[in-house]
Each structure stands twice: as structure tokens, then as C-alpha cells.
């Protein structure tokens, strides 16, 4: 079955650039979403189609996805974006998540 | 405002049989399908089916065929998750989630319903 990987924590200062990663064979082929969850609240999506972002969703969010990798990108990090961050593509009409980055902002 | 509204928390004992329910407003409800998505206590999501309930077309993760039935109520704007045997690895979060035919992803999500299976 298709796995998507993703690192299972990354650290970021506040006001730089975090970058979290999302691999899978020939996931550039596919389109990726990304979703963001906080402690006892249900998933909220910040980017579709690898690029795109939902109304309401800062600017400072990004997206991109290429070869085998689709990156979340997050400029100028705030304590808000302190949270779980969740990949998604879809393979043989399953949807798929990936495990999961724990985001830190310290 | 579009919104998915899910049941409240449920306790149960192993061996027990149990249906959520997840109902739509402010959309077209038979227009999209509906995803069950898991999450295990400190774990990550996990896509359990879909279902369009305009025809009650229904996919199911692998993963997860035989283990659950989803179903929909169109007239009420319901859909449903069941279990007829609980088990205590069943213990989880279960959300749904709206899927935009022929989109990739899933928005908006409901809050989703904590189910405890214990002895």
C-alpha cells in the first residue's frame, strides 16, 4: 500500500522559516494536501492541490510538491502555528495521511 | 456556513455494537461524499471509507472493509459509522470530513466523536 513519510518533529524560532517534508513514490504525480491540527481540535486544512490556500488561511503558509516530495512551507512562524501537521494524497482511490510532524515554535 | 456536526462521545464494552452519526448543513448534502477518518489516542489520521450520499456509493480502505459498515440518510442529512463488535483497539477519535467530488482533499471537518471501548 502507498505510504506517505513525513519527520516526526521539527523546531522552528519564532519569525523564521519552517520547513516540513512529506515523501512518497511519485507523489509529484499526485496532488497534495496538507492539514493542521491542534491539541484537542480536529484537523483544519491550510494547503490543496500542493499550492493552493483556503480563505483564511495566512499567506505565510505554502506549498509545493515535486518528484517525491511536497514540502509545508511556514514564513515568519508565530507561536499560533505551534502544532501536528498532516500530508494527504490520494492512491488507488484511497485516501492517504501521512504519520504526522509535531512543529514547535521555541 | 457549511458545518459537520458528530454525535457525542460514547463508552462502551468490547463486544458491543455502536453507530456515530455525522450530519451536514449550509451545502448540498448528497453533492459530496463523506470521509471517516480514525485517530488512535497520540496517533495520526487514517482514512477509513467514503461515502456519496446522493447513491450511498461507499469506498472502504482496505484496512478497514469487514470491520465497519458506513452508511447515509440523505432525507435527514446523516451519515452514519457502525461497528457490531466492538473492540478495545477501537478506542479513538473518529472524524468526518467533506470531499468535493473529482478534489484531492477534505474540508471542512466535523469536531469529531471520542469513542471508549473498556471492560
Known amino acids: 500500500s502507498y505510504e506517505l513519510t513525513q519527520p516526526p518533529s521539527v523546531s522552528v524560532s519564532p519569525g523564521q522559516t519552517a520547513s516540513i517534508t512529506c515523501s512518497g513514490d511519485k507523489l509529484g504525480n499526485k496532488y497534495a494536501s496538507w492539514y493542521q491540527q491542534k491539541p484537542g481540535q480536529s484537523p483544519v486544512l491550510v494547503i490543496y492541490q500542493d499550492t493552493r490556500r483556503p480563505s483564511g488561511i495566512p499567506e505565510r503558509f505554502s506549498g509545493s510538491n515535486s518528484g517525491n516530495t511536497a514540502t509545508l512551507t511556514i514564513s515568519g512562524t508565530q507561536a499560533m502555528d505551534e502544532a501536528d501537521y498532516y500530508c494527504q494524497a490520494w492512491d488507488s482511490n484511497t485516501a492517504v495521511f501521512g504519520g504526522g510532524t509535531k512543529l514547535t515554535v521555541l | 456556513e457549511v458545518q459537520l456536526v458528530q454525535s457525542g462521545a460514547e463508552v462502551k464494552k468490547p463486544g458491543e455494537s455502536l453507530k456515530i452519526s455525522c450530519k451536514g448543513s449550509g451545502y448540498n448534502f448528497t453533492n459530496y461524499w463523506i470521509a471517516w477518518v480514525r485517530q488512535r489516542p497520540g496517533k495520526g489520521l487514517e482514512c477509513m471509507g467514503i461515502?456519496?450520499?446522493?447513491?450511498?456509493?461507499?469506498r472502504y480502505n482496505p484496512s478497514f472493509q469487514g470491520q465497519v459498515t458506513i452508511s447515509a440518510d440523505k432525507s435527514i442529512n446523516t451519515a452514519y459509522l457502525q461497528w457490531s463488535t466492538l473492540k478495545a483497539s477501537d478506542t479513538a477519535i473518529y472524524y468526518c470530513?467533506?470531499?468535493?467530488?473529482?478534489?484531492?482533499?477534505?474540508?471542512?471537518w466535523g469536531q469529531g466523536t471520542l469513542v471508549t471501548v473498556s471492560s
Open positions: 470530513a467533506r470531499h468535493t467530488p473529482g478534489a484531492f482533499w477534505f474540508d471542512p
Open positions: 461515502i456519496y450520499p446522493g447513491d450511498s456509493d461507499t
